[in-house]
Every structure is written in structure tokens, then in C-alpha cells.
């Protein structure tokens, strides 16, 4: 590897720069125009733009120079374009005086005898029509006009440079053409790589500006290297355009699926990132124990070198094409709108549902590793994931640790059968006591959501059997108890001796976070009703409305609401604990051994 400061005049010493076919698209926005153009419109300072980093490619003696663009195609081209856009600005005896010097720079011959001139950086397929355009425009005719904001990046970035360039004078424009290509500005440091250097080591240890590359593009840029080395260029793209370009970017819904962000623990990560992380897992060349998500690129690049022969890749990159294909298919995801039923999609909504909700994505490799191994058997589909989210439920409640979840998640994955072995392993008597302990509000959201599915799907009375994801908990006996909750009944100790009234409260505070006091409305009370007494929280004030304006629910209007109206205007820590045994009594039913 050869690091040198060099201006962007280096480029006139180059043959073909080429952006390989499989690098992704010209992805500069407004912000990064901005901020590179007001960096160098500033003449009092000097100009650092970041690194470049090139292979020249082996060619024969006498063949012209070729050379292809690692990493940095973002910045080059950009570059390139405010070159042009200065060009197609000025005066026509500037553009005379300054001719030669574009030409140099963004315009190559083959041979010094040709009388054609081709433009210098060849982009990949998706930019290719669209900087052809802008280069060669306003050269032997008329420049672009009136850029739609919708065009391609490329266009939008020429239009962009364009309107505000016009805003300055001549001299201004022709001083900036003069900087960006003066031999002294080295505002890029060129790096050429040596046919042995690690390029994800030269982009980890380099502080880059612009959009850096993705975990997902490395490994894509890794995998068609490769594949350029092991059958050709021809074969190369066709592989690439059967795989994946077919399952990544086939239209703008494909790309922005595999755009979209899931919350995976404490993380945002894109679909594409969590799937590439599900096929390593599945693989056994990512290990949680000693790997993290950052290794994820040097994992697949050291998977991809193993590759000795072009059917061990072809059938690598085949492999990542059909768990992306299943992953898209089967991996639910949720919004606002989104209806849930208790039997949706054979059960697996509800698991996804529950693994979204506890922000659990340990599980994402052994799920994906099921739905690919059973294809077409829905009975052990059914099973695995079934006992995969009794596990997690059961696990959740009665309060034990997830750490092992990623170790796990590999053993699953190497025998899914001790899944359905491990799926009670917390009993009944964790359960029970788990319910009866402080529940986070997420977590109680949770269950008594599923449990109102469960009472909808059993019973014939209810017309709607899907429901969102949009209600709001409420503890019936407020967690600020003290100032209208005053009354407190008489309790026994476990050996029958009474409770003293410190003791009485005492028990009344951790009552109160059992499930049994908790429930779901429609909308949120009123602050100034949530404290109140359980009448007037009940039944509201005024305008303010009560618990019974907001049960639509049978969780609220059954267990609740129903048993006020006849008359049972208390709520006490008696009710809490026969609900709690109650609501018991159906999660055991879901989730039971």
C-alpha cells in the first residue's frame, strides 16, 4: 500500500478509473453537497476531502492504464461533477482557457492516436447512463437544465451545483476551477493497494468524511471480488444479476425493505445487516461468545477467501440469496396498523410480536435456520417455534436472565430438538410466583394483550377477533396510592399473626405491581384522574372520563367494569390477588407445559 497527499489533478494521470459494477450507487444528498462546496469556496483555508482508495489493475505491455476505485467513489464523483458544473458555467473564453485541463482530468484517450475521447470514471450500471449525461454535456453541446429534484442523485447533485454556482460571479467560479485543480491543494490522500492488502483494514484504520460503507455493502464488494477472481467479468455480473441484484435491489419496495431499521437490544439495524448476522450464526463462522457485529465484515471476508473454487462461491452467494428470499417472506415485521389474532400465520406472529416487544433478536439465526430446514413442513415449524416462544414467555416471567440467549440460540441450531426439551424449564410454581412480583409495564402490556386475544379466539361472543397494538396500561389501584387509596383491610401474615399497618402497606405497594392490578384501555386517563379513588377513576369527572368510558376490552369491561356496575364498588388487594390467580390460570393455558 502506497498512501501520497495528492490534488484532484492526480486524475490526469490515470487511464480508466472504474467503480466496480458491484459498489453501490451514488448515494450523496444535499448535506454533503453543501458542506463540500462551503469548505472549498473558503480560500483562507486548506482542504482536506478525505481518502481515496485504488488498485491499478495488472494489464499487458502497451494496453492502457486501468485502475479501479476500492473506496471513495462518493467524493470522486462528486468532485467530478462541481468540476463539470464549473465548466458549463463560464464564459466562453474561460471555457476556451479551460478546455484542456477538464478534458485531462475527467476525459481519457485509449491511445495517444485516437481521435475519441471517453469519459475518465466509468461508474457502476445503476449511474452509469446518468454521469455519462452530465460529463458529456455542454462539451460538443448544451449543458443540462432545470435538474428535477426526483432525478437520479447523479442529476440531483449536477442540478444542485448548478443553481448555486450561477449565484456566483465569474471570477468567484473561476477561482474555485482553479483550486479544486491546483497541483498544490492536496486535499485527497490517494491510497494504491498493493494486490496483497486487506481493504476492510485500510477502511477500519481510516476516518473518512462523506457516507461510509455498510456492513452490507463490504461483504457484497468481498463476495464479487472474489467472483471476479474465480470465473470472470462477464460471469461475474450475470451471478450478480441473478443473486444479488434480483433479491437486494430488484425495485425501490426491495431496497427499502432491506433499508428498514428493526430495534434489536439496546441497536437500530437494517434488515439486510440482521439477515447477513442470521446466515453467519447459522453458518458457524460467527460465534456470539467471541464475536461481535463490528467482526461481522472480517467474519465474511475470511468465509469468502476459504472459497477455493467458483461452485464453492456460486454456492455461498446462492445460500445468502435463499435466506434472504425466506427472511423477506417469513421474518414478520409490525406497524401502527398492523391487525394481530391469537392463531395469525400459524402462531409465529405472536412469537414475533413477543420477541418485538421484549427487544429480543438473539433468536433471529435459529428461526431463520428453521424456516429454511423445514421448508414445507409446517408441523415442525409449528413445533420448534411454538416452544420457542413458551421458552422466552415462560423464561420472561418468571424473571430469569437472557445472557445465555446467544449460546443457546447456537445449540438450538445444532439440535432444534433440545428447544422442545428446554421449553418448560421454568415451572409453574416460577410462574406464579413470577406474576406475583413487580411486572414491568411493557412486559404486563404484553400478556394481557395475548390474554384478550386468547378469550377473543375461545369464545363466540366476540365479533372481532383482531385487534392492534395501541392500548395503554393502567394500574386500577395507582401506584401514588396514599393520599385517596387511605383504607387499607385488615391482613395476615403467612403463620396467621396480623400485619401491622406498616406491614399492611408494605404488601399494598408490592400488590400493587402484580398483573392482576394492572389492565389495558382505549386511551390513557386523565393525570389528574389516574391517583383518584377507584369510584371516581371508574366512573370519571366531568369531562374527564373513567375507566368505564376506555374498556372496550374484556380484560377492563369482563374483570373490571362488569363486576363494578353490579355493585362491587371496592377494589382492594383481595380482587388484585383472585385476578392475578385468574389471568394465572389463561397464560397457563397459552403457555403451559
Known amino acids: 500500500m502506497e498512501a501520497k497527499a495528492q490534488s484532484f489533478r492526480f486524475l490526469s494521470n490515470e487511464g480508466m478509473v472504474k467503480i466496480p459494477f458491484f459498489q453501490r450507487g451514488y448515494v450523496w444528498k444535499d448535506e454533503n453537497w453543501d458542506d463540500l462546496l462551503t469548505d472549498l469556496l473558503d480560500a483562507n483555508k486548506g482542504h ?17 492504464k486501468e485502475v ?48 475519441e475521447y471517453l469519459i475518465k470514471i466509468q461508474h457502476s450500471r445503476v449511474d452509469a447512463e446518468a454521469y455519462q449525461r452530465v460529463i458529456s454535456a455542454g462539451i460538443d453541446g448544451s449543458p443540462i437544465e432545470n435538474v428535477d429534484d426526483s432525478s437520479n442523485k447523479i442529476l440531483s447533485c449536477y442540478g444542485y451545483f448548478l443553481k448555486e454556482l450561477r449565484e456566483k460571479s465569474e471570477d468567484d467560479r473561476a477561482s474555485l476551477f482553479n483550486r479544486i485543480l491546483d497541483p498544490e491543494n492536496r486535499m485527497l490522500v490517494v491510497i494504491d493497494l498493493a494486490e496483497g492488502d486487506d481493504e476492510q483494514d485500510i477502511f477500519d484504520t481510516i476516518n473518512s468524511s ?63 445487516e440482521i439477515m447477513l448476522h442470521c446466515v453467519a450464526v447459522i453458518e458457524g463462522f460467527y460465534d456470539p461468545d467471541q464475536h461481535t457485529l463490528s467482526d461481522l465484515p472480517k467474519l465474511y471476508k475470511k468465509k469468502i477467501a476459504k472459497c477455493s473454487s467458483k461452485d464453492e462461491l456460486i454456492f455461498f452467494i446462492n445460500e445468502i440469496k435463499d435466506y434472504a428470499d425466506t427472511y423477506r417472506e417469513r421474518i414478520l415485521s409490525f406497524d401502527s396498523s398492523t391487525l394481530f389474532s391469537f392463531n395469525n400465520s400459524n402462531g409465529t406472529q405472536r412469537l414475533f410480536h413477543i420477541l418485538e416487544t421484549l427487544q429480543i433478536s438473539t433468536f433471529h439465526p435459529f428461526i431463520l435456520f428453521v424456516f429454511r ?47 422442545v426439551e428446554k421449553a418448560g424449564e421454568a415451572s409453574d410454581e416460577e410462574i406464579s410466583v413470577g406474576l406475583r412480583k413487580a411486572i414491568s409495564n411493557k412486559n404486563a402490556a404484553l400478556l394481557l394483550f395475548w390474554v384478550e386475544l386468547y ?30 387509596w387511605k383504607l387499607i383491610p385488615e ?8 400485619m401491622s399497618h406498616e406491614e399492611a402497606k408494605k404488601d399494598r405497594y408490592e400488590k400493587v405491581y402484580w398483573l392482576g392490578n394492572m389492565t389495558l384501555l382505549t386511551s390513557s386517563l386523565n393525570s389528574s384522574l389516574r391517583n383518584h379513588d377507584f369510584e371516581k377513576k371508574m366512573n370519571g369527572e366531568g369531562s374527564k372520563k373513567g375507566i368505564k368510558a376506555y374498556a372496550f376490552l374484556s380484560i377492563t369491561k369482563d374483570d373490571i367494569v362488569f363486576k363494578f356496575e353490579s355493585g362491587d364498588t371496592v377494589w382492594d388487594e383481595s380482587k388484585i390477588i383472585a385476578r392475578t390467580s385468574n389471568l394465572q390460570k389463561e397464560i397457563l393455558q397459552i403457555w403451559g407445559n
Open 210 to 272: 462523506g457516507v461510509r460503507l455498510s456492513c452490507a455493502d463490504t461483504i457484497k464488494n468481498a463476495l464479487f471480488q472474489k467472483a471476479i477472481q474465480l470465473l470472470n467479468q462477464s460471469k461475474a455480473i450475470d451471478l450478480y444479476n441473478k443473486t444479488w441484484e434480483k433479491v437486494f435491489l430488484a425495485d425501490d419496495e426491495t431496497i427499502d425493505f432491506w433499508e428498514t431499521e428493526r430495534i434489536t437490544g439496546r441497536f437500530r439495524r437494517n434488515n439486510i
Open 48 to 64: 482536506f476531502l478525505g481518502s481515496l482508495i485504488l488498485k491499478q489493475q495488472t494489464i499487458r505491455s502497451g494496453e492502457p
Open 68 to 115: 479501479l476505485v476500492v473506496d471513495g467513489q462518493q467524493r470522486l464523483t462528486t468532485l467530478s461533477i462541481l468540476l463539470k458544473v464549473l465548466y458549463d458555467t463560464f464564459t466562453a473564453d474561460h471555457k476556451k482557457n479551460s478546455e484542456i485541463d477538464l478534458r485531462n482530468n475527467l476525459f481519457h484517450k485509449r491511445y495517444p492516436t485516437d481521435g
Open 373 to 419: 430446514k423445514y421448508i414445507g413442513d409446517e408441523y415442525n415449524i409449528s413445533r420448534l417455534l411454538s416452544s420457542l416462544e413458551k421458552y422466552v414467555v415462560r423464561r420472561m416471567i418468571s424473571g430469569q436472565e437472557t445472557k445465555s440467549y446467544n449460546k443457546l440460540c447456537r445449540d438450538f441450531i445444532l439440535n432444534p430438538d433440545t428447544l
Open 491 to 498: 391482613k395476615q401474615n403467612t403463620d396467621g399473626s396480623t
Open 455 to 484: 378469550r377473543r379466539n375461545n369464545d363466540n361472543k366476540f365479533d372481532m377477533k383482531e385487534l392492534k397494538d395501541s392500548y395503554s396500561l393502567e394500574h386500577i389501584m395507582p401506584q401514588k396510592w396514599e393520599q385517596y
